[in-house]
């Protein structure tokens, strides 16, 4: 028996507000905002070999900034997976697609898909961290990547209790616990510059 192909949740680039679509672009707007778009633009699940080599879709991705916000550090870490595209840079982001798991109903709620995926996402990759919320800052896209073209980023910061010791193996290995400005001066994807110049943009600002 042949195994099932993966399925992630994505759009049709051209159902997207070309405002969020630029060469680089740090959008800070309201979730609501976002969902009505992605509605509008008719969110589905696809399969993923066939959205990998498809420009004309985007791949939607939790990115999570993780916070420890009494110390005021952030975690970053080296990239590592299967990813080869991202693999050695710096990044503050955990995230990765949403399954149809994501969507136990069947139907596609594009908000509530995200948030478990978020969820999900957190739990499985830093499952010692408690989430005291998840703050949505807005959406971050890239066109100068092979990764960025086909996927749009959706970023929450995530306030956790203290964390005392990062995973011990697997992509998060390298994971460090630094102030802002630190993680600022690493070699980061792009995705993370773009994400981290959201935490202090106010609302509606690109």
């Not at 498809?54 to 870490?77: D, N, R, T």
């Not at 999900?120 to 949505?136: I, S, V």
Request: net charge neutral; hydrophobic share 45%.
């Amino acid at each position: 028996m042949e195994p099932r192909e993966e399925r992630v949740l994505a759009v049709a680039r051209r159902a997207l507000p070309p405002h969020w679509l630029g060469q680089r672009v740090a959008l800070r707007i309201p979730f609501e905002i976002c969902l009505a778009a992605l509605r509008e633009a008719g969110a589905r699940f696809v399969d993923r070999a066939v959205a990998e080599d498809a420009p004309g879709l985007k791949q939607l991705i939790p990115y999570l900034l993780v916070c420890q916000e009494q110390q005021g550090w952030i975690a970053v870490y080296r990239r590592g997976g299967r990813e080869a595209r991202l693999r050695g840079r710096w990044s503050v982001g955990l995230g990765g697609h949403v399954e149809p798991c994501d969507a136990p109903a069947g139907a596609v709620d594009a908000g509530a898909a995200l948030c478990r995926g978020a969820l999900r996402e957190l739990t499985e990759e830093l499952p010692a961290a408690r989430a005291r919320a998840f703050e949505f800052l807005g959406v971050v896209n890239e066109e100068e990547s092979g990764v960025g073209r086909v996927h749009l980023g959706l970023v929450f910061r995530v306030p956790v209790e203290a964390v005392a010791d990062p995973p011990a193996s697997g992509e998060l290995g390298s994971l460090e616990w630094v102030p802002v400005r630190e993680a600022r001066r690493r070699p980061l994807e792009l995705w993370s510059e773009l994400a981290l110049d959201l935490l202090d943009r106010p609302p509606g600002r690109v």
